[in-house]
């Protein structure tokens, strides 16, 4: 049971942000039974809106062995004409561990670039009270802990090894400023496509709540450890914004991956 215990409402991101923050949502927070490690790498992509190319993100997993303790981080940035009015840039931490083959946030920071307190969001995740506390500008939100719920940075790195454990994504639980959400996912046709890191052929996962008039279409390779190749977001049928991957260091692309 997953209970809120305060309300406080919650200031979006501006619109580029935005639309990187939706896209993750579509990763989720799987539960996962088989392989304890998980592959460092680094990977870029590109985020377009309505056919145009507004931003970049990178993201990056990496290893302290000596805490075992892993770390999902993200740059977020406009790029082309509008970084001429928009420099800030964008940056995601979350850091978890594996246990008994699940992931487990322990901590998570959020940081738009604005340097303003309304602009900030941390959790703490504590395991042994089955509390995290969720500070945003908002005020202090404390939640009952579920297993399986994850940060939006550990979005990624459980979804790629829910494919690859379990052949399938999902059904995912995740937690954001003052409530959460569970998505499910759909696998459809495999399908080829081209980027500017490649051409891959990909699995397909399509998600979308009952109700809502957004769906979110994830391309995976599973050369790559099911690292998505594209990320498309719809709304009422329309594409509107997509993340495209420009390039990727690991995953065994570089003999690097684990």
Do not use: C
Request: aromatic share 8%; glycine share 8%; hydrophobic share 35%.
């Amino acid at each position: 049971m997953f209970e809120r215990r305060a309300n406080r409402n919650a200031r979006l991101p501006a619109r580029i942000l935005q639309a990187v923050w939706l896209l993750l949502l579509a990763f989720g927070a799987a539960t996962q039974t088989a392989k304890a490690q998980v592959p460092s790498y680094s990977a870029r992509y590109q985020i377009e809106n309505r056919g145009r190319i507004v931003g970049m993100t990178e993201f990056e997993v990496s290893h302290d062995e000596r805490r075992d303790v892993y770390t999902f981080s993200s740059r977020s940035r406009a790029r082309g004409l509008l970084r001429l009015f928009d420099r800030r840039i964008a940056l995601e931490r979350s850091d978890f561990i594996v246990e008994d083959g699940r992931i487990r946030p322990l901590e998570y920071r959020f940081e738009d670039g604005l340097r303003k307190d309304d602009s900030r969001l941390h959790m703490v995740f504590d395991w042994g009270t089955s509390v995290v506390t969720v500070d945003s500008a908002r005020g202090v939100i404390e939640f009952d802990l579920s297993p399986g719920v994850l940060d939006r940075g550990a979005m990624q790195v459980a979804l790629m090894r829910d494919i690859e454990t379990n052949g399938r994504p999902g059904p995912y639980t995740v937690i954001g400023e003052e409530d959460l959400s569970t998505y499910d996912f759909v696998r459809r046709d495999d399908a080829e496509i081209t980027t500017p890191a490649g051409t891959f052929t990909t699995q397909r996962f399509l998600q979308q709540r009952d109700g809502s008039s957004r769906s979110t279409l994830v391309w995976v390779v599973p050369e790559l450890r099911y690292l998505p190749a594209a990320i498309e977001q719809y709304r009422d049928g329309e594409l509107n914004t997509r993340m495209v991957l420009e390039s990727v260091e690991g995953l065994g692309t570089d003999g690097d991956g684990p």
